[in-house]
């Protein structure tokens, strides 16, 4: 059986703050945990919060097109782009929100890398095994409404690859690949909601089968040469 429960009692987090030992003096953990972390943190505590000028209307443009590798599509204020992670998201992931007037969060440089700092320090003072999880919120190109996606994860398959095996009905599988971050990110969000200040998720029952060495940018993020879409 999967449980999700939210990690409350966080402090708020700066810049040079260690979030492992954050969140094992907030909770105990368990060998085969999957720790989910919203973007924010990671950036705060990585120096990823930058000044905006919130009286210059630019401002907001000017930072989105600084952390975007191509811009797709634009509407008013909304810019869709490709960021120099391969993500193709609104504004480059550039946020105002949960962060102080004035100011502008962008994602980690590198939040694979970033799962990974995160999944070593927590082992090395545990002594537990447990999978990292960034996650972050996407809008989907043909669908209303948000939901929270991996940007970057160690300890964990990003996507578990099901082809060769068969169905219910005995079928040979020919195309399914299950992007499981995606899906344990979604889940943890129903237990950390947009506005509680609940940032870190524990998600327990995950399949052990799972657990392997994997990266969102080397297995989720599609080649854009393989890209219909772009």
Same mark, same amino acid.
């Given at each position: 059986?999967?449980?999700?429960?939210?990690?409350?009692?966080?402090?708020?987090?700066?810049?040079?703050d260690?979030?492992?030992?954050?969140?094992?003096?907030?909770v105990? =953990?368990?060998?085969?945990?999957?720790?989910?972390?919203?973007?924010?943190?990671v950036?705060?505590?990585?120096?990823?919060?930058?000044?905006?000028?919130?009286a210059?209307?630019q401002?907001?443009?000017?930072?989105? =097109?600084?952390?975007?590798?191509? !811009? =797709?599509?634009?509407?008013?204020?909304?810019?869709?782009?490709?960021?120099?992670?391969g993500?193709?998201?609104?504004?480059?992931?550039?946020?105002?929100?949960n962060?102080g007037?004035?100011?502008?969060?962008?994602?980690?440089?590198?939040?694979?890398?970033?799962?990974r700092?995160?999944?070593d320090?927590?082992?090395?003072?545990?002594g537990l095994?447990?999978?990292?999880?960034?996650s972050?919120?996407?809008?989907?190109?043909?669908?209303?409404?948000l939901?929270?996606?991996?940007?970057?994860?160690?300890?964990?398959?990003?996507? !578990?690859? =099901?082809?060769?095996?068969t169905?219910?009905?005995g079928?040979?599988?020919?195309?399914?690949?299950?992007?499981v !971050?995606d899906?344990?990110?979604?889940?943890?969000?129903?237990?950390?909601?947009?506005?509680?200040?609940?940032?870190?998720?524990?998600v327990?029952?995950?399949?052990p089968?799972w657990?392997?060495?994997?990266?969102?940018?080397?297995?989720?993020?599609r080649?854009?040469?393989?890209d219909?879409?772009?």
């Amino acid at each position: 059986m999967i449980s999700v429960f939210p990690v409350e009692g966080l402090p708020e987090v700066h810049a040079g703050d260690k979030i492992a030992d954050l969140v094992l003096q907030a909770v105990r =953990l368990e060998d085969g945990d999957v720790v989910v972390i919203t973007q924010k943190i990671v950036s705060k505590a990585e120096g990823r919060v930058v000044p905006i000028d919130p009286a210059d209307p630019q401002a907001r443009r000017r930072l989105v =097109l600084s952390e975007s590798v191509r !811009v =797709l599509r634009e509407r008013d204020e909304l810019i869709i782009s490709e960021t120099r992670h391969g993500f193709v998201c609104a504004n480059a992931g550039v946020d105002l929100s949960n962060v102080g007037h004035g100011q502008a969060a962008l994602l980690p440089v590198d939040a694979d890398r970033s799962a990974r700092h995160i999944r070593d320090a927590l082992r090395a003072r545990s002594g537990l095994e447990v999978a990292v999880i960034i996650s972050d919120t996407f809008g989907r190109a043909w669908r209303h409404g948000l939901t929270d996606v991996a940007i970057g994860c160690a300890g964990i398959a990003a996507v !578990v690859d =099901l082809r060769g095996t068969t169905d219910a009905t005995g079928r040979e599988l020919a195309a399914t690949e299950v992007c499981v !971050v995606d899906e344990i990110a979604s889940a943890a969000e129903l237990a950390k909601g947009k506005a509680t200040g609940v940032p870190v998720v524990i998600v327990r029952g995950i399949d052990p089968n799972w657990f392997r060495e994997s990266s969102v940018k080397a297995e989720i993020v599609r080649p854009y040469a393989g890209d219909l879409f772009r």
